[in-house]
């Protein structure tokens, strides 16, 4: 369970990032962030692995207080809470297995164990035959499904995903976003960041729409729509 | 293993740098060995000395042993002395034979009448050796006194002297590799910003990402180490027979350099390695460890 309590984050120089977000995720869910550019949305998952402070207000994942977090143990939630980025963050010097065996090792897993599970995994995101391919020689779609290895090869809890089809074009978005729902088949919580229309509307899952900060609506079979306020902003701008 | 495939890729990828370390911890491990040897060495000549009579009276060869008896008495007499011990001539040809055993050209040349006799005195306490020094110069047949607190005192001065210096240099030398290495670390550190950023966001410990720094200044200080080690058992090598010549009195030593093929040669040469590795490991280590504390925040 993933409780965000009167959540505020403000950046200095800046207007609150996120004011008094309260949210509560249940395990196994799969929910979409929506919102314009700014609205949040990375904030909000920046929080949730302590890549960023919440100003106010607190966040629990079960009874771990990411607040008050010992820096120390900061690897503890991280590993609890896998992250896909949209700049897929891949080590270029490694190729697509040692990336994805990456995720393991940091646990302290032997070879021998590794091996068979990364080719598990390998085989879900069908990349089991560009394994000893380096980042640099796949295309951005394969770069994000080696992402997608690495953070599910450790087995957590939790699977943030960043705009995860931000680069890619509509079929790649659509096997990403199947290989997500087969993880969360397997009891993880999804809390994927978006801004693609048809994935939204056609999945019909938990959606949490923000704008400026507040969660504007929260749906449990949400459509991506936009907000009067926003909507009128872009129809002024198109009859400019 | 994952730590050490990322230490010799680090390695690997700025081997300049490397370089630089590995020379520079060479030269301090070099110079440490090397004023180790000489303070241990020293310290052992010392010892021997310390472990000798305290005077040493050599007889004119026109003197009998009844002079010597005559002032044996004399000098019990004081009740200042603790005891005494005659070396006649032929008692002196057999300690230089038995120090000089391995070489047969010394041995040829000398015969027990040129040899001294002597006798050894030991005081009761050191502050009387020069209240006894006036009873011994006036008795019969005495051609030479030597005190052996002259030679320690000097022996000390000099094992002062090598302490002092080595101590200071191999002090100074350390600080300087430490602040290599942890320059070299803390580039290598900003090399790879990205991808321990990457390694903390995805729930590496602490330990995984410092780890290969650590290994990497260790391995610098054991590849520097070796290199001296090299060095320094060619010039023991080189110098062994001067050793044996010079301090082969003492047993110790006697033992190590005198077979070069007896396991105590190979058994030093061998801790000498694990003693310099070690160190070297030591201060590498503790380079990389400063700039990680320095440079890596968690």
């Not at chain 2, 005659?86 to 008692?91: C, G, Q």
């Amino acid at each position: 369970m993933i409780r965000f309590d009167n959540v505020t984050k403000h950046f200095s120089g800046h207007t609150n990032a996120l004011s008094d977000i309260t949210v509560e995720i249940s395990d196994g869910e799969f929910v979409f962030l929506i919102g314009p550019s700014g609205a949040g949305k990375t904030t909000l998952l920046r929080l949730l692995i302590r890549d960023t402070f919440p100003t106010r207000g607190t966040i629990k994942i079960d009874d771990l207080d990411i607040k008050t977090l010992d820096p120390k143990k900061l690897y503890i939630l991280r590993r609890k809470v896998g992250t896909v980025f949209q700049d897929f963050k891949l080590l270029n010097d490694r190729t697509v297995y040692e990336n994805a065996a990456l995720g393991l090792e940091i646990l302290g897993k032997k070879p021998t164990e590794i091996k068979p599970r990364v080719m598990d995994v390998l085989e879900l995101v069908g990349l089991a035959d560009k394994r000893d391919n380096f980042p640099l020689e796949l295309s951005a779609g394969e770069m994000q499904r080696t992402g997608i290895a690495r953070a599910i090869v450790g087995g957590p809890s939790i699977l943030l995903a960043d705009e995860p089809t931000g680069n890619l074009d509509p079929q790649t978005s659509w096997d990403i976003l199947d290989i997500l729902r087969e993880i969360q088949k397997i009891g993880t919580t999804i809390i994927m960041a978006t801004h693609n229309v048809s994935i939204v509307n056609e999945l019909k899952k938990r959606t949490i729409t923000l704008e400026q900060g507040k969660i504007i609506s929260d749906e449990v079979k949400g459509k991506y729509h936009i907000s009067a306020k926003l909507k009128g902003k872009k129809e002024h701008a198109s009859s400019v | 293993m994952q730590a050490l495939s990322d230490m010799w890729n680090h390695i690997r990828r700025s081997p300049y740098q490397s370089l630089a370390a590995v020379l520079t911890l060479f030269l301090t491990i070099l110079l440490a060995g090397l004023f180790l040897l000489a303070t241990v060495g020293s310290s052992l000549v010392l010892r021997f000395f310390e472990s000798k009579p305290q005077i040493t009276v050599f007889f004119t060869d026109k003197a009998t042993v009844a002079d010597s008896d005559t002032l044996k008495k004399t000098l019990e007499a004081t009740g200042k002395v603790a005891s005494t011990k005659y070396v006649s001539k032929d008692d002196a040809l057999a300690i230089y034979r038995e120090q000089n055993k391995n070489d047969p050209l010394l041995l040829e040349m000398v015969t027990a009448d040129i040899l001294p006799a002597s006798l050894e005195v030991s005081a009761t306490d050191p502050t009387y050796l020069h209240e006894l020094e006036p009873v011994i110069q006036q008795a019969q047949g005495v051609e030479e006194v030597v005190f052996q607190k002259d030679v320690v005192d000097t022996l000390l001065r000099w094992t002062n002297a090598i302490r002092w210096i080595g101590g200071t240099l191999v002090i100074l030398l350390a600080l300087n590799s430490i602040l290599i290495v942890m320059t070299v670390t803390g580039m290598k550190i900003a090399l790879k910003k990205d991808e321990i950023e990457i390694l903390k966001l995805i729930g590496a410990s602490p330990w995984y990402i410092r780890a290969p720094f650590v290994l990497e200044g260790g391995f610098y200080g054991v590849a520097g180490s070796v290199v001296s080690w090299i060095i320094i058992s060619a010039l023991l090598l080189l110098l062994r027979p001067a050793v044996v010549g010079f301090l082969g009195m003492i047993p110790v030593i006697s033992m190590i350099f005198g077979t070069l093929s007896s396991w105590t040669f190979v058994g030093f040469l061998v801790g000498l390695l694990f003693i310099l590795s070690f160190v070297g490991f030591l201060l590498g280590a503790s380079g990389s460890m400063v700039a990680l504390r320095r440079y890596l925040k968690f």
